[in-house]
């Protein structure tokens, strides 16, 4: 069984910056779309961005220019950036190992105005 678990949200002020890590209990390598989503209160989770293993990168509309999804051989990464106010929401990483749709546990992040 594989295990996803994501670290560094917090509480920053707007137009500063914050970088996501999710660490996998196998090489990241052996996970396929994996992908940053988030859920804002009252809102639908959102597909933030996403890496396949072929390095080829895809953005929500919301985020593109302001965030950067990156991977090595351990973790998945969502740099931040220009952090807005409307960015608030927890944080998941996620991804599929052979057939399972396998999904971290969250990370605050928190965007103050």
């Known amino acids: 069984q594989v295990q996803l678990v994501e670290s560094g949200g917090g509480l920053v002020q707007a137009g500063g910056s914050l970088r996501l890590s999710c660490a996998a209990s196998?090489?990241?390598?052996?996970?396929?779309?994996v992908a940053w989503s988030r859920q804002a209160p009252g809102k639908q989770r959102e597909l933030v961005a996403g890496?396949?293993?072929?390095?080829n990168k895809h953005y929500a509309d919301s985020v593109k220019g302001r965030f950067t999804v990156s991977r090595d051989n351990t973790k998945l990464y969502l740099q931040m950036n220009e952090l807005k106010p409307e960015d608030t929401a927890v944080y998941y990483c996620?991804?599929?190992?052979?057939?399972?749709?396998?999904w971290g546990q969250g990370t605050q992040v928190t965007v103050s105005s």
């Open positions: 996620h991804g599929k190992y052979g057939t399972a749709n396998i």
């Open positions: 196998r090489n990241i390598n052996s996970i396929s779309d």
């Open positions: 890496i396949g293993l072929r390095g």
